[in-house]
């Protein structure tokens, strides 16, 4: 016997659109988080001030590690994930 299929069904859209905005979320994070840190290094190299040019490059490095422990945003991409994996459990169902 063969199933025919019309359309998806609305656990199926849902799913799909939670798992598209967290994809969306994800990258724009990278993106944001790579043009802050890039604008961070330019000021840094390009620096009149003098404590900046001789620390500058530790200073970079402090918020490097303080952006990669940020939880935050992660937690809210961890929501977005969660939303989706509900959504395809319902399909389940």
Known sequence: ????KYKKSF???KAEKEHKK???ISIMFIFLSLLILSLIYFYIKYSPHPFVQKYGFYIFLLIL????????LEDLADYYFFQRDVAEKGIVG
């Open 11 to 13: 656990t199926e859209e």
């Open 65 to 72: 590690l303080v952006a990669i422990f940020v939880r935050n």
């Open 22 to 24: 967290a994809i969306k």
């Open 1 to 4: 016997m063969k199933v025919i």
